[in-house]
């Protein structure tokens, strides 16, 4: 099983690092991080908050760019080329295949929450909160990004539901402090409780954010089955 994992994970590097357009997706938010900084910089001295403006725009933004949007092109550019079938009666189990496809997601996760807060010079308060909430939230948008994959029927549809996807991920956040509609549907979505950390920022209590808990919660739990649920109409197993 463990030969089997691996190789399954080399496979995704070789193809991340082959496709120069995934690995733009990979590479482009550390650039538009850097660019977001610089344009600040110019208006000025940058404060704390002009910063956390900054790492609440750029965290969900390189999350579903670079972690959530390459699983739909990889799973299905699989699809439609049928490396999937090849895989299955080679004797990969579905189980090694999802995994396999979370592994690097995963690995990105940690290189984006550590490095984004380094690039523009942010100092993390609640560091064990702020871990807890990123990965949670990063495991849902993965997710979310591996049920687009598996359902879509081509690449060319995996793109046509994964933008405005990102769309909606990337700018919920900054978008509810705008309008209270916007608010209360960021609220009971995978963003929600990313949401609330940002704006409890310093006075950040798990106690006081018990819905977006449970709603995120309730996104993963949700998430997970509808795609053992999709899996198994598959047959992936």
Known sequence: MFKRFLALVWLRCQIVLSNKSILLQVLVPF??????????????????????VLLRMCLPFSLALAVGNPITVILSEEKEKHNLQTLMLSGVRGYEYILSTLFLPFFLTFVIMGITPLILGATIVHAFSYITIILLTSFSIILFYLLIGLIAKNQVAAQVISLPSMILVAFLPMLSGLDKTVAKITDYSFMGLFTKFFIKWEEFSWSKTLIPNLTLLVWIVLLLTLITITIRKKKIS
């Open 31 to 52: 650039a538009f991080t850097y660019f977001y900084k610089y344009l600040m910089e110019t208006q000025g001295e940058v404060n704390n908050q002009q910063t956390l």
